[in-house]
Each structure stands twice: as structure tokens, then as C-alpha cells.
């Protein structure tokens, strides 16, 4: 079949002085970038990437950062995006469950990463001999691995999802397509190395022969540099961003202006609705989309296109991306009527092959569709939601997980480190909202933590865990509160506060 990368090398073909990707460091057309892609695959090949073998990726921002995944496709192989940023543990934990065998890196940080990946990593910088190799493949096909992606897990280990081309392919030119985005696209990269979100916003305006625009994370962090950036590049698309960053711009007290220029910002990853209901859709003078989908179904299932005056008294998602089918369904499996609440099952080429190495949480999670053709699978989100009259409204989650900043979350992961802690006897990990409508977690501990401060705990954690994964707040507990069954009480804990923090 024919990947985003294929893609890419046409509008080389085509235009090859045309700028792909800018950078503080400068520019690199498309003939360039393709140069790199092939020649970087062509090396894949001889260390024996092939067919569903996993390549992990671990670069910094920059042009290395769209070479390798996209020589990992070149080749035919799967990628796995690791942000070298991430603790040590936690980079080495997402590598074993994804099933990496091999590593892309740079000398500049091999040296650093210690990540259980057999044989000696390739490097961009240094890619060495590949006399006798064989020349870049192609998928097998639709049903091919296209990268691994992972989720917060209830056990401690992260959970490693298999994303097919299929899924990818159709996604990313689908975004191009509904978004209009071409030649005259100037995109931001925005989202974190890592996270499935960044695929898009480096991708899809590659593959429509726009210019990408990266810079270090750190300058976009700050309003006045994310600002300056936008208007010296001309940015136009922001295809990642969260509600939580929206509403960071929408403070500052020059916030109009930070995003003057730019004709479309699509958003994803936790509710927009506090940001509309604070009234910040002025601050998108262009398109504003609001996204909506699970890691599983290949990052976005529906998407709304949110008008000028919302609606801000529900949390609307909208309609079905191209080629992919949403179900409310009761706890029998049958569809609700519109308007009544249903839990969101999601269908069609998006949805994921499943969890690597779990396969009673796959059969768990996807099920097939009783509503579809032979083999049809629904993925089983967890979500609540129902229908109005622009589509999905969404009502939150039906279990424990949470979205924070635009991740999804099991609070359980978080308590299971924090048990690794000699001086924890007890954690229960609970979310709360502050005033601006951002969810964050609260951690209810037990044990002999006199002489151990919030600090000292936040150390511990962060040795393991990404920052989103983090608690804001430490609450320290004689014992924990426990419902007659014997269960902790999550409820009690979030309605008292559970204590002195």
C-alpha cells in the first residue's frame, strides 16, 4: 500500500527545492529530506528491520525527529517514539513492553539511554557501512505494524498499542483532506516527542506539501516566544494542541494576538469545554476543531467543528472522522436511543490490532461489532456520552482513568509507584478540578512518612514517571477510608480531601 512517506517522496519528485521543515538550525527541502529518509532506511534494512520489527526512536527536536520514523516506514518496519526527556525507567519500561529490537538514536545520547534493545543502536549521525545492502521495502500492507504507541496501565507496566497502516494512512490523509491542508500550510509542531499526537502535526502537513516549523519545546512554553515564533514563520495550522495549553495563551494579557494569523487550531486530548465556558473562543480568530478518540483507534475517532458562538453547557465531540464508526451501546451490547447515555464503542479502519503481549486485556477491550460485517471489531472506550444534535456529546469516563493534559491516565499506575516507596504502606490516587477546569491528581498515602517530604516523594515518582503522571497534591493519612466491601473509598477521599496535605 501507499504510506504517508510515499507521499512525501512525491512532492520531492514534484517540487524538490520546496521547504519541508524549517528549524533554528535552517532548512531543508523536500529532496533533502527524502535523501535522508531513504538513506537512513537503506541502513534500517541491513541491521535487519523488517515487517512488524519494532524500531524504538529516541532523538531530540529537530529534522532527525521526522527522518526516523519516517525511514522506520521506509523500510517497512514499526516505529516506537521514545522522548529522551522521559525519566531513564520509564524510557526503559516502554521499550520492553513495546517490543523494540532495535534503537534509533544519536551519539550525543546513546551514551544516556539505558534501554533493554539487544545490539548496538544505529545512529543518525553515524550511520556506519551498509556495503551489500538491500534497498529500501515497502509494508506488506494495510494490515502491517505502523508504530507502537503506549497508555497509562493499572499494573505498573505501561500498555503497549499495535497501530496498523491502515489506521495511520487513512488518518493522516484524512486530516489533510477535511482540514484543507497543501502547499501553503505552515504547521507548528507542538505536541511532545512520544505522544501519538505529534504524529499528526508532523505528518499530515508533510504528506500535503506543506512547510513544518520546529522548534525547541521549551521556547513554546513561553507566550511571548511562542508568539514571536508564529508570526516570523507565518504559522497558519496548529494540529495538537490541548485545552489546557489554549487556556495557558488565553491568560496572558496579550492572548489575542499570540495566535493572530493562524487560520486553524485543532484541539484533543481532555474536555474543551472549560476553555469555551471561560469564554476563549475569541482567542482562535480561524478554525477551532475539537477532537475526540483513544489512543486505540489511531488518536481521533470525531471531531466538531466549533462555531464562533458554542455551546458551552455540553462538551460536544461531533461526528465520525472518515471510514471509522462510533456505537452508544448499553451494558447488553444494544444501541441507546438518541439522547439517552451509552458507554462509546468505536469501529472501523482505525481501530488498533491490540495490546502487545496482553491478550486477555485485548480480548477485553475489542470486541467484535454485532452491528458490522464478518470480522468487524468495536474497541470498548470506557467513555459515556450521547447523542445531540452536532453529534457526540461527551460525558466523561465510565471507569477511573482521567485526562491529564491530554493524556490519558490510570490512577492505578501512579499508586503502584508510589508502593515502591519503602516509607508507603497505602496510596490511593484520586482527580480533582481546580477553578480554570484542569484535572489533576491527588495522592492519599499511609505509612512511616514523618521524616519524608512532598519533595522527597515527588523525587521518588519521577525516577519512573512522566510528569503528567505527577500528583499536585500529597495527602498524608493515619489509614485509608474503606467501603463495607472492603475497597478503598475513593469517593470519600474526593469529597473530604482525606485529610491534612
Avoid at 534493545?117 to 556495503?131: A, E, F, Q, T
Avoid at 491542508?181 to 499526537?197: E, I, K, R
Amino acid at each position: 500500500m501507499r504510506t504517508f512517506v510515499d507521499d512525501i517522496a512525491g512532492h520531492a519528485a514534484l517540487d524538490p527545492d520546496r521547504v519541508a521543515v524549517t528549524t533554528p538550525a535552517g532548512e531543508v527541502t523536500y529532496a533533502e529530506l527524502t535523501a535522508r529518509i531513504d538513506a537512513l532506511a537503506v541502513v534500517l534494512r541491513a541491521r535487519g528491520a523488517r515487517p512488524e520489527t519494532v524500531c524504538a526512536v529516541a532523538v531530540e527536536r529537530g529534522v532527525d525527529a521526522v527522518v526516523a520514523p519516517a525511514a522506520v516506514v521506509r523500510c517497512g518496519a514499526a516505529f516506537l517514539g521514545l522522548d529522551p526527556e522521559q525519566p531513564p525507567a520509564r524510557l526503559a519500561a516502554l521499550a520492553r513492553s513495546g517490543g523494540a529490537e532495535l534503537l534509533v538514536t544519536t551519539s550525543a545520547l546513546a551514551g544516556g539511554l539505558d534501554l533493554p534493545i539487544p545490539g548496538p543502536p544505529v545512529l543518525l549521525d553515524r550511520p556506519g557501512s551498509v556495503v551489500g545492502a538491500d534497498g529500501p521495502g515497502r509494508p506488506l500492507g494495510e494490515r502491517s505494524l505502523a508504530y507502537v504507541s503506549h497508555t497509562s496501565g493499572s499494573t505498573g507496566e505501561p500498555g503497549a498499542v499495535l497501530v496498523e497502516h491502515r489506521g495511520l494512512d487513512s488518518y493522516l490523509r484524512f486530516i489533510a483532506r477535511d482540514y484543507g491542508l497543501g502547499p501553503d500550510t505552515v504547521a507548528l509542531q507542538l505536541a511532545p516527542l512520544g505522544y501519538d499526537a505529534s504524529l499528526r502535526d508532523t505528518f499530515a502537513p508533510l504528506l500535503a506539501g506543506g512547510r513544518l516549523v520546529v522548534v525547541p519545546r521549551s521556547a513554546l512554553l513561553r507566550p511571548e516566544e511562542f508568539g514571536a515564533v508564529v508570526r516570523e514563520h507565518g504559522v497558519s495550522a496548529v494540529l495538537s494542541t490541548t485545552p489546557s495549553f489554549l487556556s495557558f495563551l488565553a491568560g496572558q494579557p496579550n492572548g489575542a494576538r499570540l495566535l493572530a494569523g493562524v487560520r486553524l487550531v485543532v484541539s484533543s486530548g481532555e474536555s474543551l469545554r472549560p476553555f469555551l465556558a471561560a469564554g476563549g473562543r475569541p482567542l482562535v480568530r480561524g478554525d477551532l476543531v475539537n477532537q475526540y478518540g483513544p489512543t486505540e483507534c489511531t488518536m481521533t475517532s470525531t471531531r466538531y467543528a466549533v462555531p464562533a458562538r458554542p455551546d458551552v453547557l455540553t462538551d460536544t465531540v461531533g461526528t465520525p472522522i472518515d471510514g471509522v464508526v462510533v456505537r452508544l451501546l448499553d451494558a447488553g451490547m444494544s444501541p441507546v436511543p438518541d439522547g439517552d447515555v451509552g458507554e462509546v464503542y468505536i469501529g472501523g479502519a482505525g481501530v488498533a490490532r491490540g495490546y502487545r503481549g496482553r491478550p486477555a486485556r485485548t480480548a477485553e477491550c475489542f470486541v467484535p461489532d454485532p452491528f458490522g460485517p464478518p470480522g468487524a471489531r468495536l474497541y470498548r472506550t470506557g467513555d459515556l456520552a450521547r447523542t445531540g444534535p452536532d453529534g457526540l456529546e461527551y460525558l466523561g469516563r465510565g471507569d477511573r482513568q482521567v485526562k491529564i493534559r491530554g493524556y490519558r491516565v490510570d490512577p492505578a499506575e501512579v499508586e503502584g509507584a508510589l508502593l515502591s516507596h519503602a516509607g508507603v504502606t497505602g496510596a490511593v490516587v484520586t482527580s480533582e478540578t481546580d477553578a480554570q477546569g484542569r484535572v489533576f491528581l491527588v495522592a492519599h498515602v499511609t505509612g512511616d512518612l514523618a521524616g519524608t517530604t512532598d519533595a522527597a516523594l515527588r523525587a521518588h515518582l519521577a525516577a519512573g514517571l512522566p510528569p503528567h503522571l505527577m500528583p499536585r497534591r500529597f495527602v498524608r493519612l493515619a489509614e485509608l477510608p474503606t467501603t463495607r466491601g472492603g475497597k478503598a473509598d475513593r469517593r470519600a477521599l474526593s469529597q473530604t480531601g482525606g485529610g491534612r496535605s
